[in-house]
């Protein structure tokens, strides 16, 4: 029954491509200012004028790199998408300037603070310049309308703990500020009756509604937390601050067991639809950022500074370069196509 209603799920989102076009799904993870990497590695897949993009998913920073290129493809194609996300970026940089944070100490004091007082009360107007940032910069009703370019932004239902996977027909800038809400910065946002958090608790970001529901043949998960910390951390911060991303990472990681699973029992039966066929095959690449980025003079995934961000963009696009020729997904021949069948 599960396999017989993937198949119709994928027939109804996308037509399958020909055997010439290998689409590419793009997952985006959550993480704060760290979500800059990310931009830099969409800036360069963005270039690729004829690779076919499959889909978005994302979860809090992720989410918003998704929508916000998203848009831009919507209005301008690829160069439209790259802009889009420049100014984002740009003007994250700017807010950051204004931001206390700055201040000798501050960080540390705003960390102890929002874990004594609920942002209820230091923030009981609920203001979020990132919020009115998206609306002067998203046409959501027109991106919703459009549907085009499928998304998958995940939020986490405060009441059950359960995620939400909004589509692209349901984007709003409260589904981001949902998908983007941490409980101890910003008030739960309420979408159809229920409170919602930040998507990173249930599913960051979303992997299986993404090679499920479309048709892509490869999978580029853009990775904000490292694989690999070997520092073992002694001061609370950095503690606290472990802790925060092994939690965030860990949905990701039961994400990517139950796809491995998936392929193993389809590696084992035969015969199998196209669409089954697809998802057996379906190639997997991340791109990952270094845990350099994590340590104390790094920064803060909170206080984007303008020259954090340049950083964090550069080190992006570069490991996206770096593994251009494995994740640009090749173009199958024509003769080879039609010797398949």
Known sequence: ?????????????????SETQQPLAIALQGGGAYGAYAWG????????????????SGASAGAINAVVAAWGLLEGGRAGARDALRRLWTSV????????????GASLQFDLLTRVISPYLFNPLNINPLRDLLVDMVDFERLSADGR????????????GEQRIFREEEISVDVLMASSCIPY??????????????????????????????ACRSLLLVKLTADDEPDLPK???????????????????????????????????SPLPADLL???????????????????????????????IAKLFDAGRAAAEESADVWMPAIVPESLAEARH
Do not use: C
Request: hydrophobic fraction near 45%; proline fraction near 9%.
């Open 1 to 17: 029954m599960f396999w017989g209603s993937l198949s119709q799920r994928t027939a109804n989102v996308l037509p399958v491509p």
């Open 185 to 214: 910065l910003s008030q739960a946002v309420v979408i159809d009756g229920q409170p919602y958090w930040d998507g990173g608790f249930s599913a960051n970001p979303p992997i299986l509604p993404l090679v499920l529901e479309t």
């Open 278 to 308: 697809r998802l057996r095959d379906l190639a997997l690449h991340k791109i990952t950022i270094d845990h350099a980025f994590f340590g104390a003079t790094s920064g803060s995934a909170f206080d984007p500074k303008p020259a954090m």
């Open 149 to 160: 370019i499928p998304l998958f932004i995940s939020a986490t239902n405060v009441n059950t």
């Open 93 to 104: 940089g700017k807010m950051s300037l204004l931001s206390p944070l700055g201040l000798p």
């Open 41 to 56: 590695v969409l800036d360069r897949v963005l270039e690729e004028e004829d690779l076919p993009i499959a889909g978005f």
């Open 235 to 269: 001061a609370a911060p950095e503690i606290f601050a472990r802790l925060k991303r092994i939690l965030f990472n860990a949905p990701l990681l039961r994400d990517l067991d139950a796809l491995t699973e998936m392929q193993k029992l389809l590696h084992r039966t």
